[in-house]
């Protein structure tokens, strides 16, 4: 009778042993699924986040090309402007590249304006450029307006009162890709910290999970062993 109850006793501690490794496998799968799936949703508004700020980076630095081409068609209206072909060509090239740095510039506004919301970067710089381009282009077409092209020395007294007028908005852009491209670094080295200290947090608290069941097994299995040892 004796001999019964400690098999069945033993029988029930092995039972026991086996659903409490069990149980404890379960809780550390869901902590591991937990973290994993932590990390990853860190992942993705992180790098939102970076390719939002990549578009802008993009945008800014096209447009800052786009301009630079602007103004060269400019000088080139200039120099050959008295050659009606190379006048047609040179304005239709500046009005195409003054599109072009124009829709950039906003494409460039419109990502700022979503990723502002924090406080990440001041959207009013690229406002300015956005404003001074527009003021830009019309003092460079009302002065083409203005002078009778057909007399002589009427583009060098155009350069005249034009001349360096673009050095300030060049000078913007320039300050403002700068600053867009040191954000866009400044964040992914921020993205990488992040990441990095999330990744030791749950590594560090998986192995201390770990520790604790293993060392709730050896508990269990130890006193197993003992009934076992009092069984024979």
């Known amino acids: 009778m004796g001999k019964s109850m400690t098999t069945k006793q033993t029988k029930k501690s092995i039972q026991g042993f086996v659903l409490s490794l069990i149980f404890i496998l379960i809780i550390i799968e869901i902590f591991a699924l937990f ?44 120099i050959r402007g008295h050659d009606e072909n190379a006048f047609q060509k040179n304005l239709k090239e500046f009005k195409k590249k003054y599109s072009l740095a124009k829709k950039l510039v906003r494409e460039a506004k419109y990502v700022c304006d979503q990723i502002d919301e924090s406080g990440t970067f001041d959207c009013e710089k690229i406002v300015k450029i956005e404003n001074d381009h527009e003021l830009l282009r019309s003092i460079y077409v009302d002065n083409l307006d203005t002078f ?54 749950v590594r560090f608290f998986l192995l201390t999970v770990l520790l604790l069941a293993l060392g709730y097994v050896i508990v269990r299995f130890y006193h197993l062993l003992q009934i076992e040892s009092k069984d024979t």
């Open 35 to 78: 973290s994993v799936w932590s990390i990853n949703k860190i992942v993705k508004i992180e790098n939102q986040k970076l390719h939002q700020i990549s578009l802008m980076n993009e945008s800014i630095s096209a447009a800052d090309a786009a301009f630079k081409q602007q103004i060269q068609a400019w000088k080139n209206i200039l």
């Open 148 to 201: 009778n092209l057909n007399q002589p020395g009427a583009y060098r007294k155009i350069d005249e009162k034009v001349r360096g007028i673009d050095r300030d908005l060049q000078s913007q852009f320039f300050q403002t890709t700068q600053s867009v491209k040191i954000l866009f670094k400044n964040k992914q080295d921020e993205f990488i910290t992040l990441v990095n200290k999330r990744y030791h947090q």
